[in-house]
């Protein structure tokens, strides 16, 4: 699997069912929240996420999240949720991935992580030593930087999608 490439791709976050997880012997889930769970405008967890969330738990899947983000964002966003939250994560830097899987209780290979974008969250997750998911973006932005990495993305992708036998 080339660095960049994520070893998943689901069309949205509720891809990854409780069975897959279970199946690929996942025990904690460290996510992104903006454009990966939500869009940035939604403060809140909408209800799929919640219930999603809510399933989760009573899996026994933990979950964290790890966010560039800052600090009134992520305590909003995961107010209800209660899980382990990182804000301002510095991503892709994989420093809060880490003390993530710490807090949790859980090894590498029990751990998955899921956002939208390559250079952040799939760059974390590999940098982490993890498995990783990929989700394409909610309702991407459309400065210049994120158009830019979405277009470096592209390339990126379009190999994943050939080796995997997918369509773009």
Do not use: C
């Amino acid at each position: 699997m080339p660095f960049l490439a994520p070893n998943f791709y689901f069309e949205t976050y509720a891809g990854a069912s409780i069975d897959f997880l279970l199946e690929h012997g996942i025990k904690a889930l460290v996510l992104d929240i903006d454009n990966t769970l939500e869009p940035y405008e939604n403060a809140e967890p909408g209800v799929a996420v919640r219930a999603w969330f809510s399933a989760l738990k009573e899996a026994g899947i933990q979950a964290a999240f790890v966010s560039n983000n800052g600090k009134e964002r992520v305590e909003t966003f995961n107010k209800d949720l209660g899980n382990i939250a990182f804000y301002k994560a510095k991503k892709p830097f994989a420093a809060k991935v880490k003390r993530a899987m710490r807090e949790m209780g859980v090894s590498k290979a029990e751990t998955l992580f899921m956002g939208d974008q390559i250079f952040t969250d799939v760059l974390a997750a590999r940098l982490a030593g993890i498995r990783v998911a990929l989700v394409p973006p909610i309702k991407d932005k459309t400065d210049v930087l994120t158009r830019t990495k979405r277009l470096l993305e592209r390339p990126i992708m379009k190999r994943y999608f050939r080796r995997n036998k997918k369509d773009v």
